[in-house]
């Protein structure tokens, strides 16, 4: 008994807590009031920057840049007469947390060959080189892209 | 020395009586942090992604299979429009980020050479085949044989694209 309270001892002597346990050994005491707020405040600390990381990854100009470029090349890799599904189910969700409408989400500017998506207050906006007629519509948490022929070349 | 210099530390600071433990030093070690990962994630996530080679292989690709058929080149190269048979919007072409070459080779001899687009991409795309670069602009070459005008030729495709997409606010539209 007595031998374990000495490396016990010998152990708190070295601790970082050690100048707070007093004679009893109680354990309300070994660690005090001060140092307990210290630690759940440095913890919180860290469980905001790291959650602020993590919800960097998820912020609205991340998925208008990587929807703009998907369908992008999903256009300039299709050929007239094919329609492809994408799913955007997390985009629309971030879009809906920002207010933006439904119908302003993804748009297609055929004139200057723009795909925009727009899921906060800036928008992002990309170009495709095909001379198509391309059409985007939402079908619940999909977005259809419709591809068709143009009938007018080279008048631009 | 060493003492005077410990005294004012954090760690000091728990093991000295009259030592706080949330000091000024600490508070700012803590803000040192928080900028270094909010700075660092801010940079990582504003980075734009590249897709410009991704695009300008899918180009070089759209022009072999508009040009070549059943391994024959279908058009008449001298009144061939790349726009109208390809279905490519030139407009876009006249703006500057987009760069298409088209060779014919035969016996090592050019029988046709063509620049579309930002001519002067040319040459940049010949030097980013030698170094690396933090340009934009990305290139792909292809090289396919085919037949024409009964001959066996080598048809060569140049792409580059050097486009940067844009943001776009409520007045845009």
């Known amino acids: 008994m007595k031998m374990k309270n000495t490396i016990k001892n010998k152990f708190f002597k070295h601790s970082y807590f050690s100048k707070n346990m007093n004679k009893k050994g109680e354990l309300g005491d070994i660690i005090g009031l001060k140092e307990t707020i210290f630690l759940i405040l440095n913890i919180i600390f860290f469980v905001i920057l790291l959650s602020f990381a993590y919800n960097a990854g998820s912020r609205a100009f991340v998925y208008e840049e990587s929807y703009a470029k998907q369908i992008v090349s999903i256009i300039d890799n299709s050929k007239p007469g094919m329609n492809i599904l994408l799913d955007v189910k997390e985009g629309l969700e971030v879009g809906k947390e920002n207010g933006i409408k439904l119908e302003d989400t993804f748009k297609i500017d055929d004139k200057e060959n723009k795909v925009m998506v727009r899921l906060s207050s800036n928008g992002y906006m990309y170009n495709y080189f095909s001379d198509y007629d391309v059409k985007l519509s939402l079908q619940d948490n999909l977005l259809l892209i419709s591809i068709g022929e143009k009938n007018i070349y080279n008048e631009k | ?173």
């Open chain 2, 1 to 173: 020395m060493k003492n005077k210099f410990f005294k004012h530390l954090y760690l000091n600071s728990n093991i000295n009586k009259k030592g706080e433990l949330l000091s000024v030093w600490w508070i700012f070690v803590l803000a040192v942090i928080a900028l270094g990962i909010v700075i660092g994630v801010s940079v990582y996530y504003s980075a734009e992604v590249n897709i410009n080679l991704v695009h300008a292989d899918i180009l070089g690709n759209r022009i072999a299979k508009c040009l070549i058929q059943d391994g024959k080149i279908l058009y008449d190269m001298e009144k061939y429009d790349f726009f109208k048979e390809c279905k490519i919007n030139k407009k876009l072409f006249n703006e500057g980020d987009f760069f298409v070459k088209i060779l014919i080779n035969y016996d090592d001899k050019i029988i046709y050479d063509k620049n579309y687009g930002n001519s002067a991409y040319e040459k940049d795309c010949q030097i980013l085949e030698k170094i690396s670069s933090k340009s934009n602009l990305r290139c792909v070459k292809k090289k396919e044989i085919a037949e024409y005008n009964d001959k066996e030729v080598v048809l060569e495709i140049i792409s580059g694209i050097n486009q940067e997409g844009g943001r776009i606010s409520l007045t845009n539209e």
